[in-house]
């Protein structure tokens, strides 16, 4: 089985995850990087490291950059990005079963004027035509309960962001019955154990009223979904801050990115990972940034790494199973 893997930014620990773990993965499967050998080279030179011959690499149309450990630039950002397009248009293309992303550092795609934040905001506008076909087939289903949600986490945890990559000051805007609402009902059936906990947004989850009141349209999507679902899959708004703390649930709902991602990474950091969903395509990643600070020091940790490649090979082989 074929699995596209972009590099992430050449500058930070992408290259080094890949250079010492590709024995390994190619126990699991055939790893189809989408990087330029005289670049890997000159990574494993950096790390003393030696390539086997038994690579196979699709390099990307991009300016080969100068690995500059740690540095944010813009040669690296672009990298990196056409290195996540040659990748993606592999498994758009069937050539690759899946998709595996190393981290890219979003400065320096600002720096190189991608006009998106992350991976997540790409596939949402990439896919949206494939979404709009797909669900023109499926006439029965809402355009609105097939939106592209980020979840991160492990088998002991997994959070799904509302709002992933916008500024903390946009998300209160956000938050009505409708929005959270439709967002529920498109990550219900990624809910695999029930309930599932749904996180206010104010501290004390409003207390109230007192600090806030949008745990009213909170409350009120959660209602509307669970009669929806005709069972009760979410429970909440929960107190964010005691929300981890004794309730024994596998599955939650953060309204905003740091809210879900600070508990889930001080518990599972080393292995969580990064699974897109609601798109045409089987889409993993780490669960941690560049690490500039250890890059090309020999110190990158790959435990998240081949979980996402393990997750990406059994959805896969799940996927299959299916036709």
């Not at 250079?19 to 993965?25: E, F, G, Q, S, V």
């Not at 905001?121 to 979404?131: A, G, M, S, W």
């Not at 309730?247 to 969580?272: C, E």
Request: aromatic share 8%; net charge positive; with cysteine.
């Amino acid at each position: 089985m074929k699995i596209a893997i972009s590099i992430g930014d050449p500058n930070g620990v992408g290259l080094e995850i890949l250079l010492k773990n590709h024995k390994r993965i190619k126990k699991l499967c055939t790893p189809v990087y989408c990087v330029d050998k005289d670049l890997l080279r000159s990574a494993a030179k950096k790390l003393s490291l030696k390539i086997s011959k038994s690579w196979i690499c699709k390099p990307p149309l991009a300016k080969l950059p100068k690995i500059i450990p740690g540095e944010i630039n813009r040669e690296s950002g672009a990298y990196a990005y056409a290195s996540f397009l040659q990748a993606l248009n592999l498994t758009l293309e069937g050539e690759a079963k899946a998709l595996v992303t190393l981290p890219i550092h979003k400065k320096a795609w600002q720096l190189a004027k991608i006009p998106y934040a992350g991976h997540t905001e790409v596939l949402r506008d990439v896919l949206k035509e494939y979404i709009q076909k797909s669900e023109q087939k499926e006439k029965k289903e809402k355009k609105e309960n097939n939106q592209a949600i980020m979840m991160l986490g492990s088998p002991k945890l997994y959070v799904a962001l509302f709002s992933d990559h916008i500024p903390l000051k946009e998300v209160p805007p956000l938050i009505n019955t409708e929005s959270i609402m439709s967002f529920l009902l498109s990550f219900a059936p990624h809910v695999l154990k029930t309930p599932c906990g749904v996180l206010g947004l104010n501290p004390h989850a409003g207390d109230f009223g007192v600090l806030g009141n949008e745990e009213n349209a909170i409350k009120e999507a959660i209602s509307l979904a669970n009669a929806s679902l005709g069972k009760e899959v979410y429970i909440g708004p929960l107190v964010p801050d005691t929300a981890f703390i004794g309730k024994h649930l596998r599955y939650y709902v953060a309204m905003y990115h740091d809210q879900g991602l600070i508990p889930l990474k001080t518990l599972y950091f080393k292995d969580s990972i990064n699974i897109t969903l609601n798109i045409p395509i089987i889409r993993t990643s780490v669960d941690h940034g560049t690490a500039f600070d250890i890059a090309y020091k020999n110190k990158a940790e790959s435990k998240s790494y081949i979980n996402a490649i393990k997750e990406a090979i059994l959805r896969a082989k799940s996927q299959s199973s299916k036709f």
